[in-house]
């Protein structure tokens, strides 16, 4: 059974960092695609970043130059480092596994994800 566990949200200014990690299992790295998803109040989850097996990643525009997708093996970690931030990232963010085993990452849409952590809570104040 798939477990995801996310830590390392909090609350910083506008223009602070923080680095969100999902503790997977290490196997998952190898195998699927895995993304971070953010979702203000009222809003949809939307896809922020992917990495993929082969470690190839993609960004929302919004968030490109500011956040970066990475995977420990030896940890067997998921991190997302969120630089220069602004109170429109405010939100749960969540790692999530994609649907099936793959060599690329299917799409940055909630709907191609199968496997969610339970989510951590970003609040940037301006």
Known sequence: QVQLVESGGGSVQAGGSLRLSCAASGYLFSLYCMGWFHQA?????????????????????AVKGR????????????YLQMNSLKPEDSGMYYCALARGAGAWCPSRRADDYGSWGQGTQVTVSA
């Open 67 to 78: 956040f970066t997708i990475s995977k420990d093996y030896a940890r067997n970690t998921l």
């Open 41 to 61: 109040p009222g809003k949809d989850r939307g896809g922020v970043a992917t990495i993929d097996p082969s470690g190839d990643t993609t960004y929302a525009d």
